[in-house]
């Protein structure tokens, strides 16, 4: 159980076009999604956090023009990287939280989506 | 502001050994930690969390501590095996299923 998937895996695209990137829970319902993006030998970063029918919240210094989070339904988020940039590529992950063991709501991840803009 | 140390340095260790990771913080008063297993080019797998009234937790060959006086959680792997070759991620949350703020992490090699 607990299972979140991430499409697409990877993407190359051309500076200055769109990417959107979905997030899926299998096989529960997360009213709360996370984005975070993750540069090479460093942590996770909280982007911003996705409530189901409403707005997210966007970490400081998230521009929340250029990363347009929608969580349309229980299942899903997408994360929309508006106008990318070469310093947009980056390795971008999602979690949704579960109900876990013990009553404890916990973070599941998905796969990752490799960005790298030309 | 706060803070979350984990060893920077990579952790080597023979296989069937005990490795033994350290999560230290500061300026933070967790309510949970939690422990995620992250290989290379994939997304962080959940392996334990526990709470701040809770000292210790087991599951299998694993073993996490939490000492909210030293602010400090150790994570231990007993009978190491060369899968269990990883970066470890220890991440804080105020509150159940809320935002995590996550170390740098470790990165562990079990050589056989």
């Known amino acids: 159980g607990a299972v979140v998937s991430q499409h697409p895996s990877w993407v190359i695209c051309k500076s200055g076009t769109s990417v959107k990137i979905e997030c899926r829970s299998l096989?529960?319902?997360?009213?709360?999604m996370f984005w975070y993006r993750q540069f090479p030998k460093q942590s996770l970063m909280l982007m911003a956090t996705?409530?189901?029918?409403?707005?997210?919240?966007?970490e400081q210094g998230v521009e929340k023009d250029k990363f347009l989070i929608n969580h349309a339904s229980l299942t899903l988020s997408t994360l929309t990287v508006t106008s990318a940039h070469p310093e947009d590529s980056s390795f971008y992950i999602c979690?949704?939280?579960?109900?876990?063991?013990?009553?404890?709501?916990?973070?599941?991840f998905g796969p990752g989506t490799r960005l790298t803009v030309l | 502001s706060q803070k979350i140390e984990q060893n920077s340095e990579a952790l080597n260790i023979q296989e069937g050994k005990t490795a033994t990771l350290t999560c230290n913080y500061t300026?933070?008063?967790?309510?949970?930690l939690q422990w995620y297993r992250q290989d290379p080019g994939r997304g962080p797998v959940f392996l334990l969390l526990?709470?701040?009234?809770?000292k210790e937790k087991r599951k299998e060959r694993l073993k996490v501590t939490f000492d909210t006086t030293l602010k400090q959680s150790l994570f231990h792997i007993t009978a190491s095996q060369p899968a269990d070759s990883a970066t470890y991620l220890c991440?804080?949350?105020?509150?159940?299923?809320?935002?995590?703020?996550f170390g740098q992490g470790t990165e562990l090699s079990v050589k056989p």
């Open positions: 979690s949704a939280r579960s109900q876990g063991d013990s009553g404890t709501d916990t973070q599941y």
């Open positions: 996705s409530n189901e029918g409403s707005k997210a919240t966007y």
């Open positions: 096989d529960f319902q997360a009213t709360t």
């Open positions: 991440a804080l949350a105020s509150n159940q299923g809320g935002k995590l703020i």
């Open positions: 526990i709470r701040e009234n809770e």
């Open positions: 300026n933070y008063s967790p309510a949970y």
